[in-house]
């Protein structure tokens, strides 16, 4: 093992955690999320805007730029900076919320994961601060007269990074132990003259005492100080007592992390010392209001530099327990970041499987944004909705309102976020994806994240996983099995072990899930299920989550294939842990039953059912079943009908013979369904062969894969797309007089569906894909080569399906590279990241990507599902 993964199994085997105590928990965004709402509307961005955010001490969490706190967050630390023209210190980042964006919420800077150890050993952040004043006004005008139809108004197209005007600052961790972490901050001024700035490292406490979570306070005070370097101390009872050790500094603030009543609530506080005093000090006109006050909850050292045209500043800290012995500067420091980082390069090199530069820096920086997206998060429903002693009760609409029926959630954990600004709450669906690229560098930490959501602080009585704190009774897909599948595969893979421990405990709290989906999901009884918008936002013609157009439901092809799927992950969960406990042989029996009636349904045409292929058009959709009888195809090309390509498992002659119990009640089940003419799953069910279980037919896939692999309907430069390019001639549904309407949409959302931030009418995503390539060399292994294809549709090359998912799998991928003139497609036409040689090798990994021309939208740093880029990068041939 080298060193990191000497670290990892110290940590986990010890059962201590004592290597993650300390790492990147802390939120970009606390402000505006539901947690921190106490509103009677229920309105979290107008309750708690960015402008609060400065004054106003948080209740549930805390928020920085490249911040770190331990898994408690109790103790913070992150940087803040001013540029000596910006209105407001930045201590946090901005962006706009759901009102004001044209596309919904979206922060509003330039920052960039660079390196991170599953550790936290090393940490690597940058951020780009520009040198002229901060366009806050601009940005939100603009944005806020733009229409749905228009592109975002970014950061980017202020033109304030010309010309190299602004300050790269580079913020980096290094621990020398559990709790002794060194920090370094850089400084670099890319433009050609002097600019002046200010930084503040700050190191704060949470606010437990003013809502009744702590009996004492916790304080930070000046501790001895050296003539190099000063010393602050802080005491946190029953947390402990820790150092930060920093270079000297211009002067030391200290306040306490308390809400500015007066400027807020035009209520008097009882002292000056409230949360925003370090605005006060250095941006605005009171520079002796912390005068002579040395102790805190907030604590500052002041650094303020004017750095000439391509040159760069410095700063040392270092936070460790105060029983830590040793000098904390001196040549050991700097020797200290460059083992680290050795051993960094070394924990990469040994994962990647490529030796292309470009796909070696892509899955770096993809793999250290799954890292840095780990977030502390707290949401105790009970007490959010009975409100905290010494507070305002919150209002009585509050327990008619958001997620009152889940009042057994309580969550404070360490979680990997969709987006730490725009997303920063987990969401259950997108958490499946993470597991899958986080194995890569973490299989335990990934495993204990999907063991985490089945356990009964967070997993309904009823079986429901919660889907996200903005509502909790929302419906993702049930990928929850596959994951841990896949996870279980990947530690397989790399352990040579089988570890039906976890496997096993994930089972039994999937057992209630799926039994909930079987029974809250299918309303007809006939195995074909709804599930509402099930993640993919304004992928109907109407929104499936809200009132189904003539009072009639939904019979969802996609809420049937997920199902179908979940049926699979359940028998092949079911067949591995048979391996060493034959007792689930009777289990897996009931989950191929299943998949077998849920194939039948979505396939087979009889009196009271049209099914959801439509022979003539060679596609799944959905079906509006209305009260009167009538059922209404709704043929819309989408990502609706692809999702039955998921659902498929090959069933191996090998196992028939270790299972002779399953293989039996198997062979029965389909003699029994010959006998009575059943609609036959099984095309090949000879004796002593492989059994393929696929949701599609043979000739059916054939067909599905014509509309897939056409670049004119599916097949895209950066993958496949949510939405067929025929839809550009617009899909019109008229029900009952009432008229709905769809069409094609490469980019950002052109209508407010699901808040506008989301677009499922056309982009790319990542997660869907991934799944998609699966499924094709899941057929391909089958077939074994047998099953070819045209790629792309109409070229005349003919493909095995193993083949078609590599070169899928490259135009993903190939989003990322930059081409011979440094272009990378993600980037659209922001020049600067080819011109500007300190852009050129930053890569952001967006939420999704436009269905023509690659360029990446939505939540900038989502790394969470699109990290599966890593994954990848390593399965793909070259």
Not at 32 to 57: K, L
Not at 736 to 741: N, T
Not at 818 to 831: C, E, L, M, P, Y
């Amino acid at each position: 093992m080298n060193a990191e993964e000497q670290r990892l199994a110290e940590n986990y085997t010890t059962g201590k955690g004592g290597w993650l105590k300390w790492g990147p928990y802390l939120s970009e965004r606390q402000w505006g999320t539901v947690r921190e709402d106490y509103s009677a509307e229920g309105n979290a961005w107008t309750y708690f805007p960015h402008d609060h955010a400065r004054s106003r001490a948080y209740r549930w969490g805390e928020d920085g730029i490249a911040g770190i706190s331990d898994h408690r967050q109790h103790i913070c630390f992150a940087i803040a900076l001013w540029n000596h023209q910006d209105p407001i210190l930045k201590e946090r980042l901005y962006g706009l919320t759901g009102k004001e964006g044209n596309h919904g919420e979206d922060v509003k800077e330039l920052y960039y994961y660079l390196d991170n150890t599953p550790t936290h050993t090393y940490m690597k952040h940058l951020y780009k601060y520009p040198q002229q004043a901060f366009p806050y006004a601009k940005l939100l005008e603009q944005n806020s007269a733009r229409g749905y139809h228009d592109p975002e108004y970014e950061l980017l197209d202020t033109g304030i990074f010309d010309e190299g005007r602004y300050f790269d600052v580079f913020t980096e961790y290094a621990k020398a132990s559990e709790e002794d972490i060194c920090i370094r901050i850089t400084l670099c001024n890319r433009g050609q003259d002097p600019a002046p700035i200010t930084l503040l490292p700050t190191l704060w406490c949470s606010n437990r005492w003013s809502f009744g979570l702590a009996s004492e306070k916790p304080v930070i005070r000046l501790g001895n100080q050296d003539a190099a370097y000063g010393c602050a101390t802080l005491l946190y009872p029953k947390v402990g007592a820790y150092s930060l050790y920093f270079d000297t500094p211009t002067q030391c603030l200290f306040t306490e992390n308390d809400t500015n009543k007066e400027r807020l609530f035009d209520y008097p506080n009882a002292t000056p010392f409230v949360k925003d005093a370090f605005h006060d000090v250095v941006v605005g006109d009171s520079p002796e209001l912390l005068h002579g006050n040395t102790a805190g909850t907030k604590f500052a050292p002041v650094y303020r530099f004017d750095v000439a045209g391509g040159e760069q500043k410095v700063v040392q800290l270092r936070l460790r327990r105060q029983d830590t012995d040793g000098e904390p500067f001196g040549p050991g420091f700097n020797a200290l970041f460059r083992q680290r980082i050795q051993e960094a390069d070394q924990f990469y090199g040994d994962i990647a499987k490529t030796n292309d530069p470009e796909e070696l820096l892509i899955q770096r920086q993809a793999l250290a944004g799954m890292l840095w997206s780990k977030q502390y998060y707290n949401y105790d429903v009970p007490r959010w909705l009975s409100g905290d002693p010494g507070q305002p009760p919150p209002p009585d609409s509050r327990y008619n309102g958001r997620n009152t029926h889940w009042n057994t959630l309580n969550n404070e954990d360490i979680i990997s976020m969709p987006d730490k600004w725009e997303y920063p709450w987990y969401a259950a669906w997108d958490l499946g994806f993470h597991c899958v690229a986080l194995a890569m560098v973490d299989l335990d930490f990934a495993k204990s994240q999907l063991i985490l959501f089945l356990r009964e602080w967070y997993m309904h009585p009823n079986g429901q996983l919660p889907a996200y704190e903005w509502s909790f009774d929302d419906v993702n897909p049930p990928v929850h099995a596959w994951s841990c599948l896949e996870v279980y595969r990947i530690d397989q893979q790399k352990t040579g072990r089988a570890d039906y421990h976890f496997l096993e405990k994930a089972f039994h709290k999937l057992l209630i899930n799926f039994t909930w989906w079987v029974n809250r999901k299918d309303s007809q009884g006939n195995n074909i299920f709804e599930g509402g918008f099930l993640g993919l936002d304004n992928i109907g013609v109407f929104d499936r989550s809200e009132h189904i157009p003539g009072g009639g439901t939904l019979e969802q092809a996609d809420g049937t294939a997920w199902m179908a799927m979940y049926s699979l992950n359940m028998l092949e969960i079911a067949l591995e842990l048979s391996q060493y406990n034959k007792s689930y042989e009777d289990v897996a029996t009931k989950f191929f039953e299943h998949f077998i009636y849920i194939t039948e349904s979505l396939n087979q045409i009889h009196e009271h059912w049209a099914g959801s292929w439509d022979e003539e058009d060679s596609f799944f959709y959905d079906v509006l079943a209305l009260p009167n009888g009538t059922n209404i195809p709704i043929k819309i090309r989408s990502l609706v009908g692809l999702t039955t390509l998921f659902a498929v498992l090959i069933l191996k002659k090998e196992q028939f013979e270790q299972l002779p119990d399953f293989y039996g009640r198997l062979k029965w089940f389909q003699k029994y369904r010959r006998k009575n003419k059943a609609y036959r799953v099984i095309e090949n069910d000879q004796e002593n062969e492989d059994i393929l279980l696929s949701l599609v037919p043979r000739d059916r896939l054939k067909k599905l894969m014509q509309a897939l692999l056409s670049e004119t309907e599916f097949l895209a430069p950066g993958g496949i797309r949510s939405l067929s390019k025929i839809h550009t001639t617009p899909y019109i549904l008229t029900v009952d007089g009432e008229s709905f309407s769809l069409d094609y949409q490469p980019g950002e959302a052109n209508s407010p569906l699901f808040g506008g931030n989301s677009n499922w009418r056309g982009p790319v995503w990542f997660p869907v894909n991934y799944l998609l390539i699966q499924s094709l060399e899941k057929h391909c292994a089958y077939f074994e080569g047998t099953c070819k294809v045209e790629y792309p549709t109409g070229s005349g090359t003919l493909l095995s399906l193993s083949e078609v998912a590599d070169e899928l799998s490259k135009r993903l991928i190939s989003v990322f590279k930059a081409d011979n003139q440094g272009n990378r497609r993600v980037n659209g036409a922001h020049a600067i990241y080819r011109e500007d040689p300190h852009f050129k090798d930053l890569i952001l990994f967006y939420e999704y990507f436009h269905g023509d021309t690659c360029q990446g939208l939505g939540a900038s740093h989502q790394t969470g599902w699109t990290g599966l880029v890593a994954e990848l990068i390593n399965r793909t041939k070259t």
